[in-house]
């Protein structure tokens, strides 16, 4: 394709590009041969042989041994010796240059989900066999053959981004270590093989279509471009464009590729238009000019037939669907961790990229916090069809352990057809946060509210073993039960006015009762859990005053299930209780209560909140503004 910095997907990564590799699925090999049609006697030439291994996903290692990858130069003089009589006598003197690329290793590995870098180094062998002459004392000419050897590597760095699933962008910086093993003699310096660092780039685009359109550009002005065109099903039209310093067309490539199952055939011409020094034949200053930048492409390349075969070998699985992007709706709270097993974490977008209907899933994991992967349920994508898929996650009880801020890898796989085997992998940054903090949304402080724990559940039993009510109207009971604990709360902790920790920490209602102590919302918090523990239902009031939202605050108020008839046993001032729907739709009398008054007690707290609720919220008209909300918790126990 005369570009493939950013598309290769075989073992000739190695010298286009070794970030590459990555796209290679498992095993493969790849072996080419060629012959030179421009040269005579030239027969068919065994020009390399690679093998790749991809292991855990993201990494691939690949080796190429490549015989023909060489050049070769003779240097033809003759040197005259006259014999005793006078005699001129013409010797042959004969210099042979070869420059042989023996072998190439390489390393790709997948940095990001859409980033790739690899490194490949290239193993070079200069070769001179040299012819020197001389008279001996009868005036015989002697010959002997010195043979000089220097050894060295080149070292390339190569990356590719993948902008979406059908652009990608590819760089190469050759050559940008060269590191000699050996050198050759002072007096053959000029033949030391010179490779000049380059900078490459390369971009390539496949349409909805499967047309491939790429090319290359780099900093010794050699533009080159190529496509790729679907003829059928399991074959391939390819064709590239070679130029240099712009506007000086050097040759052009047609190909033709075919796939059978895990076999890819290729046959490939290339072809020169100007054939000076290609034909086998070339003087010795265009040698010393050529500033040679690899030995397959090169002012002495002559026209070329390749024939190259690829086999894919290990678990080889075609790839129907791919993940287009992920998205997490924001960060996890270990506090509401069970929600989000009907609530959707993210969303990942799937395509399907094969010829066929297909049925595919996505299953979503994190190490530590899952027991198992979750899984969705399969839906039907038509061939070239999208759609966005909603990610589950069933966590374990390990999440509410996480005591600060932490982020970790989330694997989501999409599996198309029936097979064990994913299409396809994402990997994304999940952040999840202590067990303490809180996204400052009071309908997520219910999570926080455990009745259940058994702290809770030893103060409220106990106090109301402690306190019990004399002889009281049995409909006054839950009131009754509520200003017991509330009065008996106020015995143990204290409120501490902490606004920077009040929008975004939570202690937990057993922690509260441990540290004695806690600011608005853990106080709230766990006097809603103790009331809750014997059954009283409470709703939170969240205030966030529209001039000053800063100053944003939370009370509870709590059902006495008396009906609104029966608030006279309560007071006979309407402005002290609410009148509202329970849960079973039922309207009864509810107690608003600060409980950043905790030290003055149930009375208090009771007036104070019932004022605060009357004022902003009826006088105010914060409820039908929007500013105070009333949010019931609704737990189930």
């Excluded at 900093?219 to 590239?240: C, D, Q, V, W």
């Excluded at 017991?484 to 204290?494: A, G, M, N, Q």
Aim: aromatic content about 14%; glycine content about 4%.
């Amino acid at each position: 394709m005369a570009a493939a910095t950013a598309n290769t997907v075989d073992i000739n990564s190695l010298d286009w590009n070794p970030a590459s590799l990555i796209f290679i699925s498992d095993w493969r090999l790849d072996i080419t041969n060629f012959i030179n049609p421009s040269i005579i006697n030239s027969g068919l030439s065994f020009h390399n042989f690679g093998i790749a291994k991809k292991f855990a996903d993201k990494h691939t290692i690949a080796v190429k041994y490549s015989p023909g990858s060489f050049l070769e130069f003779l240097i033809p003089s003759t040197i005259t010796f006259f014999d005793s009589e006078d005699n001129p006598i013409l010797a042959n003197f004969d210099k042979k240059i070869s420059y042989n690329q023996t072998y190439s290793l390489g390393y790709g590995s997948k940095i990001l989900n859409d980033f790739a870098i690899g490194v490949s180094a290239r193993f070079y062998e200069i070769n001179i066999s040299d012819t020197k002459y001389s008279l001996d004392t009868n005036n015989i000419i002697k010959s002997q053959i010195f043979d000089y050897t220097s050894t060295q590597w080149s070292v390339d760095l190569g990356g590719i981004y993948e902008l979406n699933q059908n652009l990608n962008l590819g760089f190469i910086f050759k050559n940008i270590f060269v590191i000699r093993e050996s050198e050759l003699n002072e007096n053959l310096k000029d033949y030391q093989l010179t490779l000049p660092k380059v900078l490459r780039f390369g971009l390539s685009y496949k349409t909805e279509n499967n047309f491939l359109f790429a090319f290359d550009l780099d900093t010794k002005k050699n533009l080159n471009f190529g496509i790729e065109l679907p003829a059928l099903s399991f074959s391939k039209f390819r064709t590239g464009i070679y130029s240099s310093n712009f506007n000086k067309f050097d040759a052009a490539a047609i190909g033709l590729g075919l796939v059978y199952q895990n076999f890819q055939f290729d046959l490939s011409y290339l072809k020169f238009i100007n054939q000076n020094n290609r034909r086998g034949i070339s003087n010795l200053q265009s040698f010393y000019e050529s500033n040679l930048l690899d030995l397959d492409y090169n002012l002495f390349t002559p026209d070329r037939i390749s024939f190259s075969i690829g086999i894919k070998l290990g678990k080889i699985k075609e790839q129907l669907v791919k993940i287009e992007y992920v998205e997490i709706f924001g960060e996890v709270y270990p506090s509401a961790y069970h929600t989000y097993a009907f609530r959707p974490i993210g969303k990942a977008r799937i395509k399907n990229i094969s010829s066929k209907p297909v049925e595919a899933k996505i299953s979503f994991y994190i190490k530590d916090f899952m027991n198992e992967p979750t899984q969705t349920k399969p839906i039907k994508l038509l061939s070239g069809e999208s759609s966005e898929v909603p990610i589950f996650a069933i966590f374990n009880k390990a999440i509410q352990f996480v005591k600060t801020f932490s982020i970790h890898d989330g694997n989501i796989f999409v599996y198309a057809e029936p097979t064990n085997d994913f299409d396809d992998r994402y990997q994304t940054p999940v952040i999840i946060r202590g067990r303490n903090d809180w996204n400052g949304d009071v309908s997520q402080l219910r999570y926080f509210i455990t009745p259940d724990d058994p702290e809770v559940l030893k103060f409220s039993r106990n106090t109301i073993q402690k306190n019990k009510v004399g002889d009281v109207n049995s409909k006054l009971s839950k009131f009754e039960n509520a200003k017991i604990i509330f009065d008996e709360l106020s015995k143990f902790i204290t409120y501490i006015n902490d606004p920077n920790q009040s929008t975004d920490f939570v202690q937990y209602p057993a922690e509260t009762l441990n540290l004695h102590g806690g600011d608005c919302d853990d106080i709230t918090v766990c006097y809603s859990a103790l009331l809750e523990s014997i059954g009283i239902k409470v709703a939170l009031i969240d205030v966030v005053p529209p001039d000053n939202p800063k100053n944003a605050h939370i009370y509870l108020m709590f059902d006495t299930e008396l009906f609104a008839e029966d608030a006279h046993l309560i007071s006979d001032n309407s402005k002290k209780y609410i009148i509202r729907k329970n849960s079973d739709g039922k309207e009864s009398i509810w107690i608003p209560i600060e409980t950043t008054l905790i030290s003055k007690g149930f009375m208090e707290a009771w007036n104070y909140a019932a004022t605060e609720y009357f004022n902003e919220a009826l006088i105010n008209n914060g409820l039908s503004k929007g500013w105070i909300r009333i949010v019931d918790l609704n737990l189930t126990y």
